[in-house]
């Protein structure tokens, strides 16, 4: 029982972190320059990506 748990376990790690390499590999690096601002309260920027981008316009 308790290599069950332990193979399971470590498989379960390494598929973790196979998918951060992977992610890691294939992703650009981000630009901080780019980047929404976190608060954008009154700055007139409409939300683009989110639930709440759905909203109606008028």
Known sequence: ????RRLT????LALVLGILA???ATST???PFRAPP???L????AS???HCAALPSK
């Open 48 to 50: 683009g990506g989110a």
């Open 1 to 4: 029982m308790t290599g069950t």
């Open 29 to 31: 690096p981000l630009d």
């Open 9 to 12: 376990a470590a498989a379960a």
């Open 38 to 40: 976190i608060l954008a």
């Open 42 to 45: 009154g700055s007139g920027q």
């Open 22 to 24: 992977l992610d890691k």
